[in-house]
């Protein structure tokens, strides 16, 4: 732990990431709070009111204002992507430690499924599910968790197939430690860092898609007001209110960029090239 | 004597600011004409960064002092960033320990002599003209004991042995016909049988070339073999220097002492000084005197005091106290 | 010889592949509840109507037979009619117009991330450490913290409806001319690449860094040969293959960008058809343009690896 806080320390970009990332967090948390606005009482007597210090984003086509809907909004989405991204994190580094650990067909087959997942978009594969299962918040999960499981499986598998003749995993093996055991106490905890730095990159990529998916209308539906259906209202009044969909991306996009300046930090320090070996 | 290579008081600096010893530290170093020096010392006793020092090899915050580093005429520490490049390679020149790593991997060894060749085309008539230089570097080639230069030419460096590449890659240095060829353990990371071929082709080369040499190893014996004055550095200092027979039958400073008795009690290859206890002070712990008193089976008091080099006789000098008092040794 | 052994292994892994993705496709299609006829015809069809349109589409055989018979028709070109979104229209036609466009973008949108990652990677391995290493690499973070087709509104805002250097919306098809497309692409196309110039630049920054500190590099200057020189012909030269690599991996991703993106300049492409068919339920269409896009990623990967193959003798000799 201690290492981890003085490695981001050292690094500005990181600890600008961390700062970044726990104001976004806060005001998630906090923000629909402390605002007075209501999430959803409708004034039509203030329609598509530019910025204002009472309504700092502006209000909607139904006289809504919009920070509260995009801090609600941002709940929901991050939600959605922390849902999607953990189911494939568990699901992809199952497959991928199965793969690499036990090896041979088990090894081949999964992985080529994998590689067939891998040969579509990253979007039309979400896209497709979407159109299979229908539209609607647990599916965008899915459709999340689909995208990432075989980045994940890819990555879990490359590095037990790495960390498996490593001597103190033969060692053991020759002690007589079961399989699950072997697999949980000595290959889970040194593949681990990899893994969670790549679930941080994938929870802010997944937050893209599920407002991709949204926007276009085949993700979650209005009225759930997710990041995503908010930038689609806006889109349709974008001429005459623009502040509407380009504050909310700009929300977006800055909560994001806290999330990834965090996760290269904690990448630099993952990277077993750089790290010198703890266990 | 005239020297090729004069340098006085060479100092380099890694991190001035803090407060560690500089890691090479008032190096002295003279080359004749056509003379093989041998630099002797532990890894970590600063005799590679030195000769990177004087190729002006190092990274860009280093930070290189001199007194004066005279080559030929020409004052080296003057030379603006162009004149340098124009003297690398076609007076300086240098092998390195790792010939795997000195080939540009993506292209073929012919690729590297057809642009060593175009570095010095304008001075030599038997390289213009197109494919002159395969001409010539196939006969290099057979000069450093590869026949089929035609075949190497067309090989790309992973399809080579290290021993190939390093012939390959003195073949291309030869290919500049430098004045001086620094060479920084030039067999360390080839087996013994090759190892042997590469100091033959060295004790070849000398006699055959007119160049000088710099010969940098940790193997006292190698140096032993091949060259005609011996530099022992020890902890970014040279501790002794004078000419081979001097250095070998007489050694006056205890660390060359431990060294030549570890190398004869283990015949040859000597990869760590087991005879000499302790370890090689790193830059942060530096001793204010005698920088391998620490280590020393002979310390006295004043050792903790600065100690400069002492010329015994013409070219032979010692850092040790033990030089002023005749007969202490 | 053996570059051409590998570029046949290669390609029939492909076919094998897309064989394999397009059995897929077409039977998670099939497990998908509902009756493509009622939704074709309406809750209120009448039973005549729903047997003719089953028995037009071949929905009342067997499922392989179902299958065989798609798979037949993606080989010669036939992919079937469209149900709903362009009633009778075959497949192929509706692809055949908007392929170019998509294609264009796409490509289009490689290129400025290539010129903006080539510059900045760059730039950021040269000046390591000091500001414009910072500028670019903050640039390249917050490249892919972006949704895509909010960047494009921003374009659009500034570019097109502030400044009005390009149109906001639509698009001129480059088959009927081409300054047109690369006027009227320009703003999608850059909304597209951003992402991936971070991406891109990212990757060619540590690959030059990585290589800058390689031993060849000392040796060459040994050699005398110029800054400059040693830069393209070593540092450079040996980046480039794992940039390379990157690039066939972004594929999938920039794709993705360009769906979401033709929607949002009204471009007609395969992007904009899938997600429309998605919308009207034609799942014979959403089957067609998943094909297409697994089939252009599969070959994009393909050239790629092929590129790197020749830059990188290790694996030719």
Redesign the interface.
């Known amino acids: 732990m201690r290492r981890i806080w003085q490695s981001i320390r050292s690094n500005s970009m990181a600890m600008a990431g961390l700062i970044i990332t726990s104001l976004f967090l806060l005001s998630i948390v906090l923000g629909p709070i402390l605002i007075p606005h209501s999430l959803t009482a409708t004034a039509y007597d203030r329609i598509l009111e530019a910025p204002s210090l009472a309504h700092p984003f502006g209000t909607d086509s139904y006289g809504r204002d919009v920070l509260v809907r995009v801090l609600y909004g941002a709940r929901i989405s991050l939600g959605i992507s922390i849902t999607g991204v953990t189911l494939a994190a568990v699901l992809g580094t199952l497959i991928g430690m199965a793969a690499g650990y036990i090896g041979r067909f088990y090894d081949s087959a999964p992985m080529r499924v994998m590689d067939l997942l891998f040969a579509f978009p990253a979007f039309v594969l979400a896209l497709f599910l979407m159109v299979i299962l229908g539209f609607g918040v647990a599916n965008v999960a899915l459709a999340i968790a689909l995208v990432y499981v075989p980045i994940f499986a890819r990555l879990a598998r490359n590095m037990t197939v790495t960390i498996k003749s490593e001597p103190y995993v033969q060692a053991a093996r020759l002690q007589g430690q079961s399989t699950i055991r072997l697999l949980c106490r000595e290959l889970l905890p040194n593949i681990s860092a990899p893994l969670l730095v790549q679930a941080g990159v994938g929870i802010a990529f997944g937050v893209i898609i599920e407002s991709g998916l949204s926007f276009l209308g085949l993700g979650v539906q209005p009225p759930t007001p997710s990041l995503g259906v908010i930038m689609a209202d806006g889109q349709e009044y974008f001429r005459r209110a623009p502040w509407v969909l380009t504050l909310t991306g700009l929300f977006v996009s800055a909560g994001l960029l806290g999330i990834n300046l965090l996760g290269d930090g904690f990448r630099d320090l993952a990277d077993p090239r750089l790290r010198k070996r703890t266990s | 004597m005239d020297y090729l290579l004069d340098v006085r008081n060479l100092e380099v600096d890694f991190a001035p600011e803090t407060r560690s010893a500089p890691v090479v530290d008032g190096v002295d170093l003279r080359v004749g004409q056509g003379e093989v020096v041998g630099v002797i010392g532990e890894s970590g006793s600063g005799k590679t960064v030195t000769c990177?020092a004087l190729?002006r090899?190092l990274p860009q915050h280093a930070q290189v002092r001199a007194d004066c580093a005279r080559f030929r005429d020409m004052e080296l520490i003057e030379l603006g960033e162009n004149e340098f490049?124009?003297?690398?390679?076609?007076d300086l020149?240098?092998i390195?320990q790792?010939p795997v790593?000195?080939?540009?991997?993506?292209?073929?060894v012919g690729w590297h002599f057809r642009?060593?060749a175009r570095?010095v085309t304008s001075k030599r008539p038997d390289l213009q003209g197109r494919g002159a230089w395969k001409a010539s570097a196939v006969e290099l080639l057979r000069k450093v004991g590869i026949p089929h230069g035609q075949q190497i030419i067309a090989s790309?460096p992973?399809?080579l042995s290290g021993g190939m590449l390093q012939r390959a890659?003195i073949a291309?240095v030869l290919q500049?016909r430098p004045a001086l060829i620094v060479a920084d353990e030039p067999t360390t990371n080839l087996d013994n049988i090759v190892e042997f071929q590469i100091i033959e082709l060295f004790r070849l080369l000398r006699t055959e070339t007119d160049a000088s040499f710099l010969f940098i190893t940790h193997d006292i014996s190698l140096a032993a073999r091949l060259c005609d004055r011996i530099v022992v550095m020890y902890a970014g200092q040279i501790v002794e220097d004078g000419s081979t027979r001097d250095v070998l039958d007489a050694p006056r400073h205890p660390y060359t002492q431990g060294l030549l008795r570890t190398a004869t009690e283990l015949e040859g290859k000597v990869d760590r000084l087991a005879e000499i206890p302790g370890e090689l002070p790193t830059i942060t712990n530096m001793p204010s005197g005698c920088r391998f008193a620490p280590r020393c089976p002979q310390r006295q008091a004043v050792c903790d005091q600065y100690q400069p080099m002492r010329t015994i006789a013409g070219e032979r000098a010692v850092r040790c106290v033990l030089a002023d008092s005749k007969g202490a040794l | 010889m053996k570059i051409l052994q590998y570029i046949l292994l290669r390609v029939s892994g492909v076919l094998l592949t897309t064989l394999v993705g397009a059995a897929v496709v077409f039977f998670a299609m099939q497990a998908m509840p509902g009756d493509p006829a009622l939704s074709a015809l309406g809750e209120h069809a009448s039973p005549e109507a729903i047997a003719r349109f089953r028995a037009e589409h071949h929905l009342d055989a067997p499922l392989a037979q179902q299958f065989l018979h798609w798979l037949w028709g993606i080989m010669s070109a036939d992919l079937g009619q469209s149900m709903t979104l362009a009633s009778d229209v075959p497949i192929s036609h509706l692809l055949v117009a908007r392929i170019p466009n998509t294609v264009f973008i796409g490509i289009y949108a490689i290129l400025l991330a290539l010129m903006l990652a080539m510059t900045m990677g760059t730039i950021a391995a040269i000046k390591h450490g000091k500001a414009p290493d910072t500028i670019a690499t903050s640039f390249a973070v917050l490249g892919v913290s972006m949704p895509d087709f909010w960047l494009g509104f921003v374009l659009i805002l500034v570019f097109a409806l502030t400044l009005g250097l390009f149109p906001a919306y639509g698009f001129e098809s480059p088959l009927v001319s081409f300054a047109g497309a690369l006027h009227s692409g320009f703003l999608p196309a850059l909304a597209v690449a951003a992402p991936m110039a971070a991406v891109f630049a990212r990757t060619l920054r540590s690959a030059l860094l990585e290589n800058m500190r390689k031993d060849y590099v000392t040796v060459a200057r040994s050699f005398g040969f110029s800054r400059s020189f040693v830069f393209w012909n070593y540092i450079f030269r040996n980046s480039i293959i794992a940039f390379v690599v990157i690039v066939g991996l972004q594929v999938r991703y920039l794709l993705g960008g360009v769906v979401v993106i033709e929607r949002v300049f009204g471009i007609p492409g395969i992007g904009s058809l899938m997600v429309d068919a998605a919308f009207a339920r034609d799942y014979a269409v959403v089957q067609a343009c998943a094909i297409v896009f697994l089939v252009t990623v599969l070959v994009v990967n393909l050239v790629v690896d092929i590129v790197c193959a020749l830059l990188d003798p290790k694996r030719t000799r």
């Open positions: 990177m190729l090899l490049d124009a003297l690398r390679g076609r020149a240098m390195f790792d790593g000195s080939f540009n991997p993506v292209k073929t642009h060593v570095r790309y992973h399809e890659l291309l500049l």
